[in-house]
């Protein structure tokens, strides 16, 4: 079964709003990655984060890895129309030895 | 440097028949990975190849199956089509186990 759950799977958004997506898993993680999907597109790799508690920028976007490595979040300040696509959460699951992804938050935004 | 490359790009086949869809990871890379993405939906874990071995598969039948050559290059094939296989099929390589994978285009193929 699915053993990273990311929420929500929809946002819609004002253009200038912000949004956040989070990441969740039962399990302990060893790493956290995320990846952006635009519309018709590939994901694309935004960020890894791999200690607990790490916070990680890239310019309006902030990641943020748990204390306790079980969860994770990306939010985006002033979401612009670019930011348009799914953002997946993704964690090599200790011990399954597999690259496993959430479901996905999809992001629209109104301009 | 040529990212990762997945051929052929659309596929059309009929319920029943076999697909093989290709793949050339970034050089370097030794570990493939294949996912299935239907319309809309995640990213569902398929197979993982390192080192021209099956590391991992996913819950998905039999049917599903591939290999990785020497050269890391993959095959991913879909024996006995359903029409439910129609999705996008994407390959991803990474450097290590624990960094960023880099995907390619991606195989639409379609079951009629």
């Known amino acids: 079964g699915q053993q990273v759950m990311q929420i929500p799977q929809y946002q819609h958004v004002q253009e200038g709003e912000d949004f956040t997506t989070y990441c969740n898993s039962s399990?302990?993680?060893?790493?956290i990655q995320w990846y952006k999907q635009r519309p018709g597109g590939h994901p694309v790799f935004l960020i890894q984060?791999?200690?607990?508690?790490e916070v990680k920028k890239q310019k309006r976007l902030t990641f943020q890895f748990g204390e306790a490595k079980k969860n994770s979040s990306l939010h985006i300040t002033a979401t612009q129309t670019t930011d348009v696509g799914t953002y997946f959460c993704a964690s090599l699951i200790q011990g399954a030895q597999k690259l496993v992804f959430g479901q996905g938050t999809r992001l629209t935004i109104n301009p | 440097e040529a990212g990762v490359t997945q051929s052929p790009t659309h596929l059309i086949k009929t319920r029943g028949q076999q697909a093989t869809l290709r793949c050339s990871p970034i050089?370097?890379?030794?570990?493939v990975y294949w996912y299935q993405q239907a319309l809309g939906l995640g990213l569902q874990f398929l197979l993982w190849?390192?080192?021209?071995?099956?590391?991992n598969r996913g819950n998905f039948p039999p049917r599903f199956s591939g290999r990785q050559f020497p050269n890391y290059s993959s095959e991913l094939n879909v024996n006995a089509l359903e029409l439910e296989d129609s999705a996008l099929y994407l390959c991803a390589s990474s450097l290590t186990v624990n960094t960023e994978a880099f995907f390619g285009q991606g195989t639409r193929l379609t079951v009629v």
């Open positions: 399990t302990t993680l060893s790493n």
């Open positions: 190849y390192d080192e021209g071995e099956e590391r």
């Open positions: 984060l791999v200690k607990s508690g």
């Open positions: 050089s370097g890379h030794t570990s």
